[in-house]
């Protein structure tokens, strides 16, 4: 194995001076507390050094008011340093001089009235620093989304994250140049990160495999994995030397290591030491160590190695690799192996067998696929959910069905709410179900489809039932016929209409106005919950017969009617039903009559005028009387004519 370390690794100036300042002080700090605002780098173990020799990390300056209070390399916004000097704590300024031209550059062109903007991160405290130079008021863009989207300013100066790429800076400045009528473009990536970046491309494009060293909260080593990536095939970020894949980068026979700017020289030399010092011993023990122990019945993970026609080889880590015979990957036996996978998946697997006579382990996906089944039929009884089953035939009692390629039984008397005849029409269908009994030892799998019917009907009476309203028009059929009343389903629930609110005028039986199987629409009168009462109307929504009859009848109509109650002072007739109108014994006949019996009995048929109606009191006045009058008069009339037509006829 040969190991390439990068031109530039590990330390950039300015971490370098803060980290050796801060040891400095803590060395000669005579027992006056240090702190640094923020991890003094993003490298844990460094900071975990610096902690144990008297550091402290502080989040906010709020509450200190003796010691030393170091501002990293990576700056702090302007208010913070002004607070720090407000404070008369002792400053110690470690912000990078490459940051420091940035918030220099920011300042300046802010108060010449630029709008600014950041390529970079808008966590990073960089970032935050540098913002804080320009009141905070710059647009920090980091994506070319972002950069698109930004609005256009008269003037924009465009700074960058001192440790972006190249590439990134250019692509986001190049579309935010188009933002501004006047803009200047800073490139502020340092140096140093230049020189990192470039170093690791050229390295990465050589090797087999590449080690980037550095805090994974490090944005400049993240930015270092980034590029090894684009560039190498297999890329591993590590922190510390115990991390380092063994196993993995045996394989290979050339290595480059990188590391960030955060990334003290004794971490990179202890992961280049234990590369250099593995030794054949070690790389069987690391396989040794990584290799899995399995048993018959276990379910594990593997890659696929190759594919044939008849069979699937897999390594499962284990110390022989696994196979899956033709027969093991799917209960279709037309499927072929090749259809199912490629080298390189990853796959799960069941393990049949430890030994198939010649030192593989047997492999099956087919029974894996079962035991899986079985999981998730046991999952949905247990949370009582819904699963699909096929209705394979009708058996004696119910229904054989497929419910997740397992056979289950559905009993005819939980197949609806609705009586079921014809258990055969139901082969081939799908329908949702719920488990009702489950045993896999006993294979026993019961379902329903009526529950869910039944949990429909409910949620759906619920649902109803908050959407009452009285007044309100619903569509219903006519389910049931009583004397009393019609039952009719509005969707779920049973309402009555009463017999008196069924029509408006008087009936025997419900049946003189609808019929079971009716489609109707009615109105609610009224419910009750708690009593499970609607009481609904049909004749509520049709024309009240009064309003029909004085819309189509006026004073002076002659109509006919029925003789309904005869009193002392006249009779009632009854013009249509629901309606009736008063002869009064005055208007019965141009004879003198004591009582209106003298002419008239219940249930004759009579012919009258309306003299008169009133609205209000919903009174109609009639007189046989006037239609007497009447038909006196017109024979009077005819027969005036008749000796007109004499008269002319004798004339001539
Ligand atoms: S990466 Fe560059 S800007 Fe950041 S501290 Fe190091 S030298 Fe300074």
Redesign the pocket.
């Known amino acids: 194995m040969n190991i390439y370390i990068s031109k530039h690794a590990g330390y950039?100036?300015?971490?370098k001076n803060a980290v050796e300042t801060a040891s400095e002080i803590l060395e000669n700090s005579n027992d006056m507390p240090i702190y640094s605002l923020g991890p003094l780098i993003h490298n844990p173990q460094v900071v975990d050094k610096l902690g144990k020799d008297g550091l402290k990390v502080l989040s906010k300056i709020q509450g200190i008011d003796k010691g030393k209070i170091i501002i990293r390399?990576h700056g702090v916004p302007k208010s913070v340093q002004k607070e720090i000097e407000s404070l008369k704590l002792s400053l110690i300024d470690t912000t990078?001089p490459?940051?420091k031209a940035v918030h220099e550059k920011v300042n300046k062109y802010n108060e010449m009235g630029y709008k600014i903007v950041i390529i970079g991160d808008k966590n990073h405290p960089e970032v935050i620093g540098i913002n804080g130079w320009c009141n905070n008021e710059g647009i920090i863009v980091n994506t070319e989304e972002e950069a698109i989207g930004i609005e256009y300013y008269n003037k924009l100066c465009i700074v960058s994250q001192?440790?972006n790429t190249l590439e990134k800076f250019e692509k986001l400045s190049n579309i935010l140049a188009s933002k501004g009528d006047e803009v200047k473009v800073f490139n502020t990536i340092?140096n140093?990160?230049n020189l990192r970046q470039n170093a690791c491309e050229e390295l990465a494009k050589k090797v087999d495999a590449m080690v980037v060293i550095g805090g994974y909260n490090s944005s400049?080593t993240n930015k270092l994995v980034e590029i090894s990536k684009k560039h190498c095939k297999n890329v591993y970020h590590i922190e510390i030397s115990e991390e380092l894949p063994l196993q993995d980068i045996t394989k290979f026979n050339t290595i480059g290591i990188t590391a960030g700017?955060s990334t003290p020289d004794w971490i990179i030399k202890e992961v280049v030491d234990t590369m250099n010092n593995i030794n054949d011993n070690e790389i069987m023990e690391a396989i040794e160590n990584s290799l899995i122990d399995i048993n018959k019945g276990d379910i594990v993970q593997g890659k696929i190695i190759y594919v044939t026609e008849n069979e699937v080889m897999v390594n499962i880590n284990y110390k022989s690799d696994g196979i899956i015979d033709r027969e093991e990957l799917s209960n279709d036996p037309d499927v072929r192996p090749k259809d199912l996978f490629n080298e390189g998946d990853d796959i799960e697997v069941y393990v049949v067998s430890l030994d198939d006579g010649e030192g593989n382990v047997v492999l099956s996906v087919r029974r894996l696929k079962i035991i899986k089944n079985w999981e998730e039929l046991k999952k949905s009884y247990e949370k009582k959910e819904k699963v699909e089953c096929k209705v394979l035939t009708d058996v004696k009692g119910g229904l054989s069905v497929l419910v997740n390629d397992i056979k289950g039984f559905m009993p005819a008397s939980q197949i609806s709410v609705k009586y079921v005849d014809d258990l055969s029409a139901y082969k081939g269908k799908t329908l949702t179900a719920k488990l009702i009994d489950f045993d896999k030892d006993r294979k026993r799998v019961i379902l329903s489809s009526k529950v869910v019917e039944q949990e429909e009907l409910e949620r759906q009476r619920e649902e109803l039932w908050s959407k009452l309203e009285v007044g309100s028009l619903i569509d219903g059929q006519v389910e049931r016929l009583t004397n009393f009343g019609a039952f009719v389903d509005i969707g779920g629930l049973d309402g009555l209409i009463h017999i008196s609110d069924l029509s408006w005028h008087r009936i025997g039986h419900p049946s003189e106005v609808v019929n079971e199987g009716d489609k109707i629409q009615v109105q609610v009168l009224d419910f009750n919950r708690e009593k499970n009462r609607i009481s609904l109307g049909l004749k509520q929504i049709l024309p009240k017969p009064w309003d029909l009859f004085i819309e189509n009848r006026k004073i002076g109509d002659v109509t006919s009617g029925k003789v309904v109650n005869i009193l002392d002072f006249g009779a009632f007739v009854r013009l249509e039903e629901g309606v009736d109108g008063l002869v009064h014994i005055s208007q019965i006949s141009k004879e003198h009559i004591k009582k209106p019996s003298e002419k008239l009995e219940i249930g004759q048929e009579v012919m009258v005028k309306i003299i008169d109606i009133n609205e209000e009191e919903k009174r109609i006045s009639l007189s046989m009387r006037e239609v007497e009058e009447d038909v006196e008069e017109e024979k009077i009339e005819n027969q005036d004519i008749d000796v007109l037509i004499e008269d002319i006829i004798e004339d001539k």
């Open positions: 950039c100036f300015g971490v390399a990078c490459f940051v001192t440790t340092c140093a990160t400049n700017a």
